[in-house]
């Protein structure tokens, strides 16, 4: 498989060269357009090895995602016979970050998840309490095994190696190396500090490994367009 | 007419050069500027025309500028952040999403063409646009524009497409192997383009992007 990214970081597209019976697995509506060779599947993101109550669990978790909107946690399987082209790209105005994987595991936010290819297996992870308050931030997505993943933002990603302690903004968090031991608690401490600041909920990082942040922010987006709104 | 296209792919805008007595004509809203000596004006090109512009989800009005006394410059630019791509009519000729449509030369024929069933499918309304003559088409893009060389076959999400060859031919259909999982799946409808030509994608869709952010914006009151 080889791929390309073009047009960084504002619009960034992927462009992926799939080999014979090669997969690509990418988000659900992200396809922008492939060769007539490469026929799409749609699957539930249970996990290779997902038993049935997984899969049973992933199911549950997709259906509700579909309706209230959102990472619907099926993903579409692109693949042919004799290979061909592929290419994606996530809803918003963001770039794309290829990350290799080489049996280490990394988690994602919940809209940061694009594509995969090889042997890359995902599992939902749940944020935590604390993390439903937020309007971000309550699944992570945990992604293991070897092979090419592709994570997206909205925004530019910018890398932040962490060696001690960091602290992001939940909504502007696009991922993070699962070395890292993460908290997920308000930017001031207490309520006020939640709610006044402006700063919402906080990702709290310790250890050592590599933090990828995105430069916008979805939630705040939104708070600054809704006044405008015709009521 | 030179154009010159700055602040790709993201903040696209149209630098146009008129000679003088030469005239641009443009979309109704795309002005960003332009010297003194261009004239605007403002025309329907008949009710009829007008109407059925206003239906492929145009404005009724197109506006023309031309350079008086010397020449001028008028500067274009599409509302959304993103592309803009210069088509040359003549040899070649297109099809246009009619939302990507920002300014054409006096020679070219740009035309409202019913796409039928099929272009209502699309997402692209009943209606999208069709050059003849001989000239330059300016278009804009929501996201970066990628020109692909179609050989054969290609399915691309009826969203992301601004502009195809005329030779090319295309169908409408969903994109899975039945309707569920065309749902399930979220790509909607795509077109499949036969042929060769070339396929000019953008690499956002305004509909998805409606998506991602409607579902968070609080609801209308009525």
């Not at chain 1, 998840?113 to 090889?118: D, E, K, T």
């Not at chain 2, 329907?44 to 206003?54: A, D, E, P």
């Not at chain 2, 039928?116 to 804009?140: C, D, T």
């Amino acid at each position: 498989m080889q791929h390309l990214i073009k047009h960084q970081p504002s619009f960034a597209l992927l462009q992926v060269q799939l080999g014979p019976s090669e997969t690509l697995m990418a988000e659900a509506g992200s396809m922008v357009a492939r060769s007539h060779a490469i026929a799409m599947e749609v699957k539930l993101n249970a996990g290779r090895n997902a038993g049935f109550f997984g899969k049973l669990k992933a199911v549950f978790i997709a259906l509700i995602r579909k309706l209230i909107g959102g990472e619907t946690f099926l993903v579409n399987h692109f693949s042919g016979p004799s290979g061909g082209q592929v290419w994606v790209a996530p809803a918003l105005s963001g770039d794309i970050l290829h990350l290799p994987l080489a049996g280490q595991r990394m988690l994602l936010s919940a809209g940061s998840y694009l594509a995969s290819a090889g042997e890359v297996d995902m599992k939902m992870r749940w944020g935590g309490l604390r993390a439903l308050l937020a309007k971000e931030g309550a699944f992570f997505i945990e992604v293991s095994g070897s092979g090419s993943l592709f994570a997206t933002s909205y925004g530019a990603i910018q890398q932040v190696n962490v060696n001690g302690t960091y602290i992001v903004d939940n909504g502007h968090l696009v991922g993070f190396d699962s070395s890292l031991d993460f908290n997920i608690r308000s930017a001031g401490g207490g309520l006020m500090g939640l709610f006044a600041s402006g700063e919402g909920l906080v990702c709290e990082f310790k250890g050592q490994g590599r933090v990828f942040i995105q430069t916008r922010n979805a939630s705040a987006l939104v708070d600054w367009l809704s006044p405008m709104l015709p009521g | 007419m030179q154009i010159n296209l700055l602040y790709q792919p993201s903040q696209a805008l149209a630098q146009c050069w008129l000679q003088p007595g030469e005239s641009v004509l443009a979309e109704s809203g795309a002005m960003v500027g332009m010297t003194p000596n261009v004239q605007m004006q403002t025309q329907s090109g008949g009710m009829l025309k007008g109407l059925k512009r206003m239906f492929g989800g145009e404005s009724f009005f197109r506006n023309t500028f031309l350079a008086e006394g010397g020449g001028g410059e008028v500067l274009f630019a599409p509302a959304l952040c993103g592309d803009m791509a210069v088509l040359d009519c003549g040899a070649r000729q297109w099809n246009i999403q009619n939302s990507a449509y920002v300014a054409s030369t006096m020679g070219v024929d740009v035309h409202t063409k019913a796409g039928g069933m099929r272009g209502f499918f699309s997402g692209a309304g009943l209606f999208m646009l069709e050059s003849a003559g001989q000239g330059q088409i300016v278009i804009g893009a929501y996201g970066a524009l990628e020109a692909i060389q179609v050989n054969g076959d290609l399915v691309i999400d009826t969203g992301h497409i601004a502009a195809w060859e005329s030779t090319l031919t295309y169908s409408v259909g969903k994109s899975g192997s039945g309707w569920i999982a065309s749902w399930l799946s979220g790509e909607g409808l795509v077109c499949h383009f036969q042929g060769q030509g070339i396929v000019y994608l953008q690499s956002r869709n305004t509909a998805e992007y409606g998506g991602a952010i409607g579902p968070m914006l609080p609801p209308r009151k009525n």
